[in-house]
């Protein structure tokens, strides 16, 4: 059990460093990941999604299951964040971060330990969905309406947004059938392939040890809720509603994976505190990568 | 649909994909020189380390293969230069050499495993290590006697780019791992294949992203003929040295696409930097993306691949 675990997740977790190590000896400096940033956000996670929702079979014994455990995992972690940040008596724009980094977690960590762990063919879709609408959905709409903006901006700025465009088109060419046209999604697979390992890289190259700099009670609490808290209400949600082995541990991941790096994204949009945001992610990143092998073994084993 | 051709549907997708993705300005022109930066420093070193590393080349005709491949070019450079007396403008000259000269092999990487199988793949990713340096010296020679300077190009910076190319610092690590039965398995070859599976979908995406239509109307009559020189008489080429050497089934299928693949779009930034006819070379690397996909299927079938 140990050695399967370690030999997902050492991989995985290396090329984050491995992403971190390119930025900061200057072999690929912070201005040049601009560009690699935009390909994630707009091309090549969308494209993740669309294909990984598109090819989904909804209709499989466990998936309505795996979503119902993922809406409350979900709905349960916005709720945590906004008590939290009520108990730490937070700014409206603190919240906000604490409520997405709590809420939306990362999704292609995820996939990529799942899919290490249980092959490349993981009904992880189920899981997914839920979590990226109502995640993102919770953080825009909090950095949105932190920053006055209405909930006409963040309607807005969901309705263009192209990981939520990626899962509303994947859900429509699933239920067309689209994804019997090999013309179609051949080239988004192949697209989707590198997906995976340019996000974590990415994801590496945008740590922010800077950012931990201050404000430690909203950065523990955010440490505190994505790698501790979430996890085990994940699990304990896979073992309510009957959920064992592989799609127990599914769930686990998920409640353990770090913030997901597009919240940064999302607060410097709305100019919603993306510094805090940034601490927040990187100390989740390493919070998990402690807490995630143990949180997985423990969703194996039960 | 045979095999290649199945291969090649997505490959053109994606390379189209990053042209609308340029053109319409959802990723930018100027956002994608960090995107070609990570796949060539690092994930294209890292896709040809896990294959080279991890391929059997027991029973591949790898020598005849390899001395094929490497002569192929210096045929090509040959033939290229045969032309210098019809063509009096010096940076073009280099531009036809180059468009001659070099290829693109990310493109046939992408197409190697599910065309022509593993031991495709592998007789692929071979072809780097020596052919890289060589065209880049051959080229660069050739830029510094007919290219367009003020000052003397700085030969010391090209050595040292050449000799730290981490395209073929990437094929070495793989051979000496290979070799040695080294990083074969485990944490460093596990981690190598899923940096590596990024780099296809990356660089297809940078080709289409550079391909400029407009340079189509840069100097026809020699971009028609560095064109034909690179479509047509370089898998001629390939196809007569792979005869003559003995290589055959898929080993010849391979070399053959090898001669048949486009222009490499690192040409044009050696032509800008060097003095060459830029926007010549941008017309050639934009004609020979387009019209590879005819040429490969054709010269692979007459291959019989």
Not at chain 1, 154 to 173: E, S, T
Not at chain 1, 211 to 233: D, E, F, H, N, V
Not at chain 2, 288 to 300: H, N, R, S
Request: aromatic share 8%.
């Amino acid at each position: 059990m140990s050695m399967l675990i370690a030999s997902a997740f050492a991989p995985v977790f290396a090329m984050i460093a491995l992403g971190w190590g390119v930025r900061a000896s200057g072999l690929m400096g912070r201005d040049l990941w601009g560009g690699v940033n935009a390909l994630n956000h707009r091309v090549l996670l969308p494209a993740f999604l669309f294909v990984l929702i598109a090819r989904a079979e909804f209709g499989e014994a466990g998936a309505a299951t795996l979503a119902g455990a993922s809406t409350l995992g979900s709905l349960i972690m916005i709720a945590l964040g906004f008590a939290a940040a009520r108990l730490l008596r937070l700014k409206a724009a603190e919240t906000a971060g604490l409520v997405a980094v709590a809420a939306l977690w990362n999704l292609v960590l995820t996939m990529a330990l799942a899919q290490r762990l249980f092959g490349p063919d993981t009904a992880g879709a189920a899981v997914v969905l839920p979590g990226v609408l109502l995640g993102a959905g919770a953080a825009v709409a909090g950095f949105a309406i932190s920053q006055g903006a209405g909930p006409q901006a963040a309607l807005m700025r969901m309705a263009r947004d192209p990981v939520l465009i990626a899962c509303v088109a994947g859900v429509a060419a699933n239920v067309a059938g689209l994804a019997r046209l090999p013309a179609l999604l051949t080239p988004l697979e192949l697209t989707a392939a590198g997906s995976m390992a340019v996000i974590l890289l990415a994801m590496g190259a945008g740590l922010d040890f800077a950012a931990l700099k201050g404000r430690l009670r909203a950065l523990a609490a955010a440490a505190l809720l994505r790698s501790l808290i979430s996890p085990a209400i994940y699990l304990g949600l896979a073992l309510g509603f009957g959920l064992r082995g592989e799609e127990a541990a599914l769930l686990a991941l998920a409640g353990g994976a770090p913030a997901a790096a597009v919240t940064y994204a999302f607060a410097a949009d709305f100019k919603c505190e993306p510094g805090l945001v940034a601490g927040m992610i990187t100390l989740t990143v390493l919070t998990s990568a402690l807490t995630l092998p143990l949180v997985t073994a423990l969703a194996l084993m039960v | 649909m045979n095999a290649l051709t199945a291969a090649l549907i997505p490959v053109f997708g994606v390379i189209m994909l990053g042209w609308v993705l340029r053109r319409s300005n959802l990723v930018r022109a100027e956002l994608w020189g960090g995107i070609n930066r990570l796949s060539y420093q690092a994930l294209l070193p890292a896709l040809l380390f896990s294959t080279i590393a991890t391929a059997d080349y027991d029973g591949l005709p790898a020598g005849p293969f390899l001395i094929a491949v490497t002569l192929g070019f210096v045929v090509m450079a040959i033939v290229s230069m045969a032309f210098k007396p019809l063509i009096h403008d010096g940076p073009a000259f280099t531009s036809l050499f180059q468009g001659g000269v070099r290829w693109n092999g990310f493109v046939l990487l992408a197409l190697a495993a599910p065309a022509f199988g593993a031991e495709g793949a592998a007789l692929a990713a071979l072809v780097f290590a020596p052919t890289v340096p060589l065209i880049n010296v051959m080229c660069v020679a050739v830029l510094s006697i007919w290219g367009a300077h003020d000052e003397p190009p700085d030969f010391a910076r090209v050595a040292r780019r050449i000799a730290a190319n981490p395209l073929i610092l990437g094929c070495l690590a793989g051979l000496a791992a290979n070799v040695s039965g080294v990083f074969q398995d485990g944490f460093i070859a596990d981690t190598a294949a899923l940096v590596g599976r990024a780099a296809l979908p990356l660089i297809l995406l940078t080709i289409g992203a550079g391909l400029d239509f407009s340079a189509l109307r840069a100097r026809p009559g020699i971009l028609t003929l560095a064109v034909a020189l690179k479509l047509i008489a370089a898998p001629l080429a390939f196809y007569a040295l792979g005869l003559a050497f003995g290589v055959e089934g898929v080993a010849l299928a391979v070399l053959v696409a090898v001669g048949a693949t486009p222009g490499a779009a690192a040409s044009y930034v050696l032509a800008s930097e060097m003095g060459g006819d830029a926007r010549l070379m941008a017309g050639h690397v934009t004609a020979t993306t387009l019209l590879a996909f005819i040429a490969m299927p054709f010269w692979v079938w007459m291959a019989g691949g």
